[in-house]
């Protein structure tokens, strides 16, 4: 089990950026694969990104361009730096790891983003 534990999470306007933190009690290389997730009311919990072992990244189409996930393994963290947010980004954002063997998922608690005016 992997421990993940969000931060960075605040009001922003739009065209504005924020910077999300992770941190893990196992590195982005002992897990596998980590990225974010994010859950507007009444919607789907929907992927962000993800990054693995290796620094080879994914993203969403709808952040595409805007958003960037990168890791410290000796600091054991995962980072999503946001820019250029708009409304639509406003979410409970949640980091993830995937453990491989065994399988096994793993959340944190969640941080909120909100875009607005």
């Known amino acids: 089990q992997v421990q993940l534990v969000e931060s960075g999470g605040g009001l922003v306007q739009p065209g504005g950026s924020l910077r999300l933190s992770c941190a893990a009690s196992?590195?982005?290389?002992?897990?596998?694969?980590m990225g974010w997730y994010r859950q507007a009311p009444g919607n789907q919990r929907e992927l962000v990104a993800i990054?693995?072992?290796?620094?080879?990244?994914t993203y969403s189409d709808s952040v595409k361009g805007r958003f960037t996930i990168s890791g410290d393994n000796a600091k054991k963290t995962v980072y999503l730096q946001m820019n250029s947010l708009k409304p639509e980004d406003t979410a409970v954002y949640f980091c993830?790891?995937?453990?491989?063997?065994?399988?096994?998922?793993?959340w944190g608690q969640g941080t909120q983003v909100t875009v607005s005016s």
């Open positions: 993830y790891a995937r453990q491989e063997r065994p399988p096994r998922d793993s």
């Open positions: 196992e590195s982005i290389f002992r897990v596998g694969l």
């Open positions: 990054i693995n072992r290796f620094g080879s990244t």
